[in-house]
T-cell receptor, first 109, second 116 residues
């Protein structure tokens, strides 16, 4: 069992739909990161959070420390949101990030 | 205001050859990380530098892999006797500080290594 698990692995949506990507982890963490990776490999950090909720434009990230679970929501999805979304955790015992396998999101016009 | 840069962007080599991959972190970032990403997978940790020293190299897969950061800025990941299984995208990231409480990591565009 991976330390960081994401669901779904693949997600196809129509433009305008509300999207949720889930992340569960099994280790103690100091922070959880949501990252976006476009074709060609570039990774952009979307959120870093250790509690509660953060919002940035149409993106919302929540985390429940007790349940070891985080969600990334995209409101009013757009084709340009199509990318791989990766959840990563920073463990309390070290400095490395441990990554989920990513969720491939495709938003069709 | 440059971000993290990596060179080369693509590297094709033959099995058994030696390769060097370079990472230029954001100026002033003391922490530097190397990750490796195979096709369809999330990145995997290789090594973490705090300043000039490797604070955690437990992710290096074997002794063919080595990384240096002699002046605490630019880092080079070195792979000896490359194997086809080394083919992947090698990602570098930097952060202002390393270790908990975690600082945001900024990623470079990666180097795509192909071993024929």
């Amino acid at each position: 069992k991976n330390e960081v698990e994401q669901s779904p692995q693949n997600l196809t949506a129509q433009e305008g739909e509300f999207i949720t990507i889930n992340c569960s982890y099994s280790v103690g963490i100091s922070a959880l990161h949501w990252l976006q990776q476009h074709p060609g490999g570039g990774i952009v950090s979307l959120f870093m959070l250790s509690s509660g909720k953060k919002k940035h434009g149409r993106l919302i990230a929540t985390i429940n420390i007790q349940e070891k679970h985080s969600s990334l929501h995209i409101t009013a999805s757009h084709p340009r949101d199509s990318a791989v979304y990766i959840c990563a955790v920073g463990e309390t015992s070290g400095s490395r990030l441990t990554f989920g396998e990513g969720t491939q999101l495709t938003v069709n016009p | 205001g440059a971000g993290v840069s990596q060179t080369p962007s693509n590297k094709v080599t033959e099995k058994g050859k030696y390769v060097e991959l370079r990472c230029d972190p954001i100026s002033g970032h003391t922490a530097l990380y190397w990750y490796r990403q195979s096709l369809g997978q999330g990145p995997e940790f290789l090594i973490y530098f705090q300043g000039t020293g490797a604070a955690d190299d437990s992710g290096l897969p074997n002794d063919r892999f080595f990384a240096v950061r002699p002046e605490g800025s630019v880092s080079t990941l070195k792979i000896q006797r490359t194997e086809r299984g080394d083919s992947a995208v090698y990602l570098c990231a930097s952060s202002l500080i390393g270790g908990p409480p975690f600082n945001e990591q900024f990623f470079g565009p990666g180097t795509r290594l192909t071993v024929l």
